[in-house]
């Protein structure tokens, strides 16, 4: 963790020194809106001295979205929730009680590694842990005492491309790799926990205030993976009230009450999914053609209704808070080691509230100002 966290914080670093002459580009791929460059000149902007003379490249963005991330730290937790598990397969038992934590812990850092106007490229890094512990502890109930205190990290790569293509026409792509689970320092080289997703959007900046996309998402965001369509909607309806959309995944309304505050209200839909090593093999009853499992995949699926609100501390510093309601559609276990792949546990948790902040770095506002970038 240290080592991890060491890394982030020098590559962040670096990052910050790059992030000013670039154009607030990012693609966040959690619950949090995408934040990409700013969006083309306006017309006045183009009435300006040698503005006619300015090439004009669309993007995603449009005016008014919130400041570029070079550095996000985040903590999130919930109260007490119940949870009960059917077995899904002769051998196991059902089971039911509260889980008194369920935490979350997220570094994550941008780096723009290529900004030219025809294309940006980004960098990101990440390292999230998300902890359980259970009431009447040791449960004697095997998917419960297998996460209880354990640690489901995961580690990330991924790399975002834009490229514009015209004053109207742009391209998005993400690539992301992930080690996923209960793993340890030890086991990185394990190819069991590698997790791959990926993204396309192909857009259209209609103005300034408006930009929008259709494309895909291949991940885990509904638990397992697939690919789905997208539809990428980012539009600014005045200086107050915007829209930023990647739906079906989060849709996210937004409100600009100053150009250092701002809410945001909307849902999102988030998929994470674990490799666990069991400490005791499941085994089959009655079913002697199949193997002892070593192994679970854990497929959690959670749909969030929330309220945020971001605002700038210091010029490079800002803070987000958020709360809402959290609907946990799914935590499943399934057959990583037999070849039908098989739901082993059925799991819900109850409904409930959730918290979290947020510190995060973005450019300073004077050096975005001196290299003429408007936030």
């Known amino acids: 963790m240290t080592i991890v966290t060491f890394r982030l914080l020098r590559l962040a670093a670096l990052g910050l020194l790059l992030l000013p002459l670039a154009t607030q580009a990012q693609v966040t791929p959690e619950n949090t809106p995408p934040v990409f460059p700013p969006a083309a000149p306006t017309q006045e902007e183009k009435e300006e001295p040698g503005g006619a003379d300015k090439q004009i490249f669309a993007n995603p963005s449009v005016l008014g979205m919130g400041p570029s991330k070079g550095l996000i730290v985040r903590y999130e937790r919930m109260p007490n929730f119940n949870i009960s598990s059917s ?22 850092g941008y780096i723009p590694a290529w900004n030219r106007p025809h294309l940006k490229v980004i960098v990101g890094i990440s390292y999230e842990r998300e902890e359980f512990q259970f009431e009447n502890k040791p449960t004697r109930y095997e998917l419960y005492d297998n996460i209880e205190n354990k640690g489901l990290k995961s580690t990330a790569v991924q790399v975002a491309v834009i490229r514009p293509i015209d004053d109207v026409h742009w391209f998005l792509a993400r690539l992301k790799g992930e080690l996923s689970g209960d793993y340890t320092s030890n086991q990185l080289n394990n190819s069991d926990y590698l ?5 396309g959007i192909y857009g259209w900046k209609r103005s300034p205030r408006f930009s929008w996309g259709v494309g895909f998402q291949y991940g885990y965001t509904f638990g397992r993976l697939s690919i789905y369509p997208a539809v990428l909607y980012n539009r600014t309806f005045n200086d107050r009230w915007g829209v930023e959309a990647l739906f079906p995944a989060r849709v996210t309304f937004r409100y600009n009450q100053s150009e250092r505050s701002l809410f945001y209200a909307g849902y999102s839909v988030d998929g994470l999914n674990y490799i666990l090593k069991l400490r005791n093999p499941l085994t089959y009853a009655g079913q002697p053609d ?13 749909v969030k209704f929330r309220l945020r609100w971001e605002r700038e501390l210091l010029s490079f510093l800002w803070l987000g808070a958020e709360a809402g309601y959290r609907y946990n559609y799914a935590f499943d276990a399934f057959d990583r080691t037999n070849a039908d792949r098989e739901k082993i546990i059925d799991s819900k948790m109850a409904g409930t509230a959730y918290a979290s902040l947020e510190l995060f770095i973005t450019p300073p506002r004077k050096l975005l100002e001196k290299a003429g970038v408007r936030r």
């Open 87 to 108: 077995a899904q397969v002769v051998g196991l038992q059902n089971y039911e009680t509260d889980a008194s934590k369920n935490a979350r812990l997220s570094i994550k």
């Open 195 to 199: 997790r791959f997703s990926a993204e």
């Open 290 to 302: 199949k193997v002892p499992l070593q192994t679970l995949e854990l497929r959690e699926t959670e």
